[in-house]
């Protein structure tokens, strides 16, 4: 997620989901190619497995920014065909994409040819009047055959007139029964479902009928969510979930590491917001790190202070 998922928020996402599959940022495939690359795909080897999600739609470009991109590690390179910014669609890049399969399809034979590890789709169930079942079941086998075998569907259409891409997240309504329908029928690829899964139950309900869930904004903003479906996911050997203050405790190198180098704390903790969510102190942990995580010379301290303000919290209010 643009802004969200970046190394950062995947070095504090790893250490509550040992074994999910992360996912960075879009990253747009001409920059990874003329731009910075350290600074656009540069992470910690600890956080793999890792998909970079590339954004573009020249197969040439896209190939080049694949290769660079398992360079730098990543197990996965996932090409964006679900973002619907304005930006995005005048660079005939995202959503847009899902009106021209074939195109999609080169860019995957593009990057397939290029590495060896999966290259897989995120898209939508469709964009604007391309809202039909079999336009999504087209769209997906014309992908597959250029070697496609992983699509992660977001399970609502884009409208690409008139909406920001927030709305665009939460206007159009959400059909989880659209893609396991495309499970059923295409049961050699693997399909994963996303969008509004926000609670256990709901995952669980899509179990019977994906491959997988992808989980955006709730692990955003309560971290154990994706702690506890990692555990759900694959039960055997599954260390238990760490306390948030054993979470902050193992940050600790990583955080004097980063700001010693220059990286104001805000870069990291600006993601940690809601490490207490749904827990007594929540409201404290998030007050200490507003305030004092932006401050010039924040250190691993602000951290302490704000667990320290959480845990102090009082757990059980009695009259007696
Ligand atoms: C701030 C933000 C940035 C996002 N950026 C991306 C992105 O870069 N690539 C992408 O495929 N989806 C992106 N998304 C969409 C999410 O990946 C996901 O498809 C969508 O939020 C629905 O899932 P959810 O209900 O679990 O959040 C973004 C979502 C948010 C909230």
């Not at 990057?111 to 087209?138: N, Q, W």
């Not at 200490?288 to 102090?312: H, Q």
Request: glycine share 8%.
């Amino acid at each position: 997620m643009m802004d969200w998922t970046d190394r950062h928020c995947r070095r504090f996402l790893r250490l509550l989901a040992p074994r999910a599959l992360l996912y960075t940022e879009m990253i747009v495939a001409n920059a990874v190619v003329r731009g910075d690359r350290a600074r656009l795909l540069g992470q910690d080897s600890r956080d793999q497995p890792v998909a970079l999600q590339l954004g573009g739609s020249d197969p040439a470009v896209l190939a080049a920014a694949a290769r660079i991109g398992i360079d730098f590690g990543y197990a996965e390179i996932n090409l964006n065909v679900g973002c619907p910014s304005e930006r995005v669609q005048d660079a005939e890049f995202g959503a847009c994409l899902m009106a021209d399969a074939p195109r999609v399809a080169d860019c995957v034979a593009a990057m397939r040819s290029a590495v060896a590890v999966p290259v897989t789709v995120k898209c939508r169930t469709g964009i604007d009047d391309h809202d039909s079942y079999e336009f999504l079941a087209r769209f997906v086998e014309t992908v597959a055959a250029a070697g496609c075998r992983t699509f992660i569907v977001h399970a609502r259409k884009a409208l690409l007139g008139g909406l920001t891409p927030r709305q665009n997240r939460e206007i159009p309504p959400l059909h989880h029964e659209t893609v396991w329908r495309l499970k059923g029928d295409l049961p050699h690829l693997s399909i994963v479902v996303n969008g509004g899964i926000c609670s256990v139950a709901t995952a669980e309900a899509q179990w019977p009928h994906a491959d997988g869930v992808m989980v955006g904004r709730e692990a955003y903003h309560n971290p154990y969510f994706i702690g506890l479906l990692d555990r759900l996911a694959w039960p055997a050997g599954a260390p238990p979930l760490p306390e948030p203050a054993d979470v902050v405790e193992t940050l600790r190198p990583y955080v004097a590491e980063h700001v010693g180098r220059g990286d104001r704390l805000h870069a990291i903790t600006r993601h940690m917001l809601g490490l207490y969510a749904h827990r007594p102190g929540a409201r404290a942990f998030r007050r200490v790190l507003s305030e004092l995580g932006s401050r010039s010379g924040a250190d691993f301290a602000v951290l302490e202070a704000a667990v320290a303000a959480a845990e102090g919290t009082p757990r059980l209010r009695t009259t007696a």
